[in-house]
């Protein structure tokens, strides 16, 4: 899954360079789209089976792996710097997605509903929100040029082989990751809502993971970070939307402490890169981020 993971980045991201799309741009969108397919995958096996909390927890807890245990590590090897429009818009519309995730699966609380569920029509609904996203990015786009040098380019039929064995990979490995996952949990008498907060979690963002350690030892601040963002949108906007299209979700309300973890995560990340307008998430701040997973790591094990 990785590995497939890696070829797909690595050939979407020479045919973007190709088009002089920026740094920022690519990590927003092909790299984040990459890297988030594995929870892609992962959750239509799962919502084939019927297995809804492993679906909220993988998103949920891939989002707080992303922000918390990924954004630390990275930034604690080196400040992360990045465009001022990434804290100005990306940032506040991924705790957007949040706020309306949590609108839209509490029925019971909100509307007095006695199951809660993304139906179909809440599925539309982020479905058009990552329309609108991608309408953004779109438009952006014509306004910047990459003058990136890291990104390796390749043929066109080679990117083409790329993108298609990575996709090939992610499927199958997808699937494998989803059938033993859900059969440790089995083992151990875990419940699906530990397994997809945790080992689903941390298995499908392990792109994201490696994309962003190597983005950040290369000093590419934008990608390391356009990378996160962007799979936090991708996960709530696309992915969740199409598992919700394919079949509605029940909603377990437990889950509502981990979104509000994951809000509270956003909302940091806010409140770090503002500091003295410098646009930057520093070691000590990334630090806090890093010690937050741990803490929410130790919180899970306890609650299960």
Do not use: C
Request: charged letters at 15%.
């Amino acid at each position: 899954m990785i590995k497939g993971a890696d070829y797909l980045v690595g050939g979407a991201s020479s045919l973007a360079k190709r088009l002089q799309i920026s740094a920022l741009t690519i990590g927003l969108t092909i790299v984040a789209f990459g890297t988030s397919a594995p929870e892609l995958t992962v959750n239509l096996f799962s919502s084939m089976n019927g297995r809804n909390d492993a679906i909220f927890g993988n998103v949920i807890g891939s989002n707080i792996f992303n922000l918390l245990l990924i954004l630390g590590v990275t930034g604690s090897i080196y400040p992360l710097v990045v465009q001022k429009k990434s804290v100005k818009y990306e940032v506040p519309f991924s705790l957007f997605g949040v706020a309306l995730m949590w609108l839209l699966v509490n029925d019971s609380l909100i509307f007095g509903s006695d199951t809660n569920i993304l139906s179909r029509w809440d599925a539309g609904i982020l479905v058009i929100g990552f329309l609108f996203f991608m309408v953004y990015i779109y438009r952006s786009v014509k306004t910047e040029i990459s003058d990136d040098e890291e990104i390796k380019e390749y043929t066109i039929p080679l990117s083409t082989i790329m993108v298609i064995g990575g996709m090939i990979g992610l499927v199958g490995g997808g699937y494998l990751v989803t059938e033993n996952a859900v059969a440790i949990a089995e083992r151990f008498g875990l419940s699906q809502k530990l397994i997809g907060l945790t080992i689903l979690a941390v298995g499908t963002s392990l792109p994201e993971l490696a994309t962003s350690l190597v983005a950040a030892y290369k000093k590419n601040t934008d990608i390391a970070v356009g990378n996160i963002i962007g799979s936090n949108i991708f996960n709530i906007f696309f992915i969740l939307a199409i598992n919700g299209l394919v079949r509605p979700l029940e909603f377990s309300p437990v889950l509502n402490i981990d979104i509000l973890v994951l809000a509270g995560g956003s909302i940091l990340l806010m409140v770090s890169m503002f500091t003295l307008n410098a646009n930057k998430l520093d070691r000590w701040e990334a630090i806090v981020l890093l010690l937050s997973y741990f803490v929410y790591t130790w919180y899970l094990i306890v609650r299960n």
